[in-house]
C-alpha cells in the first residue's frame, strides 16, 4: 500500500519538476517558486527514502528502536505492518512527530499492567507539540471484562499529560483493557479521525483540557457491564476545563453515557451519532464530589453549552440509573437544538430532554429548539429552572410509553416559554399522563402548541404566579377531562390567569368527567381569570359540562367568558357550575 503511495508521489513531483522547467523557460516564472517546488520535492523523496528503507521491520519488538527515535526527536516513519512494544514508550519535554499508513502497534502478552494513569502504549508529558498520525495500538488482550482489584490491569493506548500544540489523527485503539485516548492538563488539541473499539473503560478523556476538539471519530464499547465503575465506561468524557468540542462522532453500545462533560465550561456537541449506550445519552452537568478523585469538586454551575443536530438513539444498554437521552444538570445558557431522538428502550424514566438542577440556584437561561423526540416515557422535562424557552419542538409517542409519565413537564420553574410544539402522545389512556404539565410554577407562557392523544390534555398547579398565560393551543382526544387548574398549596393568589384562545376537542372519550376544564379553587384564588374566545367541541363519550369553577366561596374575583362556545355533546356551563365566581363576563 505504501510503495503505491510513494509511486504516485514521485509521479507528481517528476511532473512538478517537468511544469516548473517548462515555467521557467517559456513563461518567465518567478525564481522562488522554482525553489519552493524543489524544496517540497526534496522533503517527499526524503520522507519516501526512510520509508522504503525503515529499519522497522514488521514482526519484530520495536521497542527499543521506537524509544531511541523518540528520545532524539527524530521524525519517525514506521511502514504498514504489525510490530510488538513490550514496555510504555514515553517522553518527557520536548516534541514527538510519529507518521504511519496503518503500523499497528501490538503490546505483548507480559506488556506491564499497573495502576490507573500508570501504564499506556505512549505516555507522554510535558511536551510542547505532539503529532501521530496513522497508527493502531492493539491492547491485545483476550478478557476485557475486568479491570482486576484496585485497577491492576489498567493500561491505555495514549496518554498525554500537561502539553500543549497535540495533534492526533488516523489512530486506533483496539482491545484497551482501560481507556484509550486520555488527555490530562493540556491544551490546543486536536483529535481527529480515530477510534476507540472494544475498549473496556472510556474511549476518549479530556481531563482539565481547554481548546480540546474531538472530531469525525468512533467509540465502540463492549456493551453491557451492569453497574460496576471498572467495566464498560463512558464513549466520550470531559472532566473540568473548557472550550471541549465534540463533532460529527460515533459512539456506540458504551457501557455507560455515551458522551458527558462533568465541570467543564463552553462545551459544544455537534452532528454525533450515539446508538445503544448503557445510560444517558448526551450529558453537561457540574462537577460531582467524589466522583473523580484528586479532582477537586464544583458544587456549583457549569456554563455555555452547545448541544445541536445529534442523532441518539436506543440508550439503556442494561444500566437501569440512566434517566435522560440528553441531560443538563446545574447549568447556564445552554442550547438544545435541532437533535433526533429516539427512545422506548426503558421502562421507568426515561426523558427525551431533561434540564434540572439540585440547587437553591435554578438552572437558567436555557433554549430547547427544533428538536424531534419520539417514543420516550417523557418528551422534555425541566425542574427548577428559569428563564427558558421551548420552541418548535416536535414530540411524539408512535407507541405506548412502558411507565406512566407526562409529555412536557415544567416543575419549580419560573418565566417558562412554551410556544409552536406538538406534543403527541399515544392514545392508550391513563399511561399517557397530561400531555403537559405545569407544577408549582410561575410566569409563564403556552401558546400556539398542540396537545394530542394524551390521557389529559393540560395540567396547571400553583404555589404562586403574577401572571401566566394559555393561549392560542389546539389540544384534541384525551381519555379524560382536558384542563385541570389547582393548588396544593393554602392561600395561594394570582393576580391573572389567561386560558384565552384555545381549542379543545374529544375530551372524555374514555371516561368522561364532570368538566372539559376544572378550575378547583380549593387552595386558590384569582383575580382576572381569562377564558375569552376559548372553544370546547364536544363528541365526547359522556356529555359533561364545558366549564367548572366550584367553591362555597367566592374565589375568582373577575371570570371572563366573552367569546366562548361550546358546541357538540357539552353542556354548557351552568351557573351551578361557576359558584367560585364573584363576576362573570359574558
Known amino acids: 500500500m505504501l510503495n503505491s503511495i510513494f509511486e504516485r508521489k514521485q509521479q507528481k513531483m517528476t511532473f512538478s519538476v517537468l511544469l516548473l522547467t517548462l515555467c521557467t523557460s517559456f513563461l518567465g516564472c518567478k525564481k522562488e517558486e522554482v525553489i519552493i517546488d524543489k524544496k517540497i520535492l526534496s522533503t517527499a523523496a526524503i520522507s519516501q527514502s526512510m520509508l522504503l528503507n525503515s529499519p522497522y521491520k514488521a514482526g519484530s519488538d520495536i521497542t527499543s528502536l521506537l524509544q531511541s527515535d523518540v528520545n532524539q526527536e527524530n521524525e519517525i516513519l514506521i511502514p504498514e505492518g504489525t510490530y510488538y512494544i513490550s514496555k510504555p514508550i514515553t517522553k518527557t519535554n520536548g516534541t514527538i512527530n510519529i507518521k504511519s499508513d496503518g503500523a499497528i502497534l501490538q503490546m505483548v502478552p507480559s506488556f506491564p499492567s499497573g495502576k490507573k494513569n500508570l501504564s499506556a502504549g505512549f505516555i507522554l508529558t510535558g511536551l510542547s507539540n505532539i503529532s501521530i498520525d496513522g497508527l493502531t495500538i492493539d491492547g491485545n488482550r483476550d478478557n476485557l471484562l475486568n479491570a482486576g482489584k484496585n485497577w491492576t490491569n489498567y493500561i491505555m493506548g495514549i496518554q498525554i499529560l500537561a502539553s500543549s500544540n497535540i495533534s492526533i489523527k488516523n489512530c486506533d485503539i483496539i482491545n484497551a483493557p482501560s481507556i484509550s485516548f486520555n488527555i490530562l492538563n493540556s491544551s490546543n488539541i486536536e483529535l481527529v479521525n480515530c477510534s476507540s473499539v472494544n475498549g473496556m473503560f472510556h474511549g476518549i478523556v479530556f481531563q482539565n483540557c481547554t481548546n480540546a476538539i474531538a472530531s469525525r471519530s468512533k467509540v465502540i464499547g463492549i456493551g453491557n457491564q451492569g453497574n460496576d465503575v ?3 465506561g463512558i464513549g466520550m468524557l470531559g472532566i473540568g476545563g473548557d472550550h471541549l468540542s465534540f463533532t460529527d462522532n460515533d459512539i456506540e453500545n458504551t457501557s455507560d453515557t455515551g458522551t458527558k462533560t462533568e465541570g467543564s465550561n463552553f462545551v459544544t456537541w455537534s452532528g454525533n451519532t450515539l446508538k445503544n449506550c448503557g445510560k444517558d445519552g448526551i450529558k453537561f452537568q457540574n462537577l460531582i464530589a467524589g466522583e473523580n478523585p484528586g479532582v477537586e469538586a464544583n458544587l456549583d454551575f457549569v456554563t455555555d453549552a452547545k448541544i445541536m443536530n445529534n442523532t441518539i438513539d436506543q440508550i439503556y444498554n442494561g444500566r437501569n440509573d440512566g434517566s435522560s437521552l440528553i ?6 445558557n445552554v442550547e ?3 437533535n433526533l431522538i429516539t427512545g ?3 421502562t421507568g424514566q426515561e426523558d427525551g430532554i431533561c434540564i434540572w438542577s439540585d440547587t ?6 436555557i433554549t430547547v429548539s427544533g428538536n424531534t423526540i419520539k417514543n420516550t416515557n417523557r418528551f422534555i422535562y425541566l425542574s427548577k429552572v428559569s428563564n427558558a424557552t421551548i420552541t418548535e ?3 411524539e409517542n408512535l407507541v405506548a410509553p412502558k411507565t406512566k409519565y407526562d409529555g412536557f413537564t415544567a416543575e419549580y420553574s419560573d418565566k417558562i416559554s412554551v410556544t409552536n410544539n406538538l406534543f403527541r402522545r399515544s392514545a392508550t389512556g391513563a399511561i399517557d399522563g397530561f400531555a403537559a404539565k405545569m407544577y408549582e410554577s410561575a410566569n409563564f407562557e403556552l401558546q400556539n402548541n398542540k396537545l ?14 403574577d401572571s401566566s398565560s394559555v393561549s392560542n393551543n389546539q389540544m384534541d382526544n ?9 393548588s396544593t398549596t393554602t392561600g395561594t393568589v394570582l393576580n391573572s390567569l389567561k386560558l384565552m384562545g384555545n381549542t379543545l376537542s374529544r375530551a372524555g372519550m374514555a371516561t368522561g368527567y364532570s368538566a372539559v376544564i376544572r378550575v378547583d379553587p380549593t387552595n386558590l384564588s384569582i383575580d382576572d381569570l381569562d377564558l375569552s374566545n376559548t372553544k370546547i367541541i364536544g363528541n365526547a363519550r359522556f356529555g359533561d359540562v364545558g366549564l367548572e369553577v366550584k367553591s362555597d366561596l367566592k374565589k375568582v374575583n373577575t371570570l371572563n367568558l366573552t367569546g366562548f362556545s361550546v358546541t357538540g355533546n357539552v353542556f354548557y356551563p351552568a351557573s351551578v357550575d361557576l359558584t367560585a365566581c364573584k363576576t362573570i363576563l359574558k
Open 360 to 365: 437553591d440556584i435554578n438552572a437558567k437561561y
Open 336 to 338: 438544545v437544538t435541532g
Open 452 to 465: 394530542e392523544n394524551a390521557y389529559n390534555a393540560l395540567e396547571l398547579s400553583f404555589v404562586s404566579s
Open 344 to 346: 422506548g428502550s426503558k
Open 478 to 486: 384525551f381519555s379524560s377531562y382536558a384542563i385541570s387548574v389547582y
Open 393 to 395: 419542538n416536535n414530540c
Open 230 to 232: 471498572r467495566k464498560g
Open 327 to 332: 441531560q443538563v444538570w446545574n447549568a447556564h
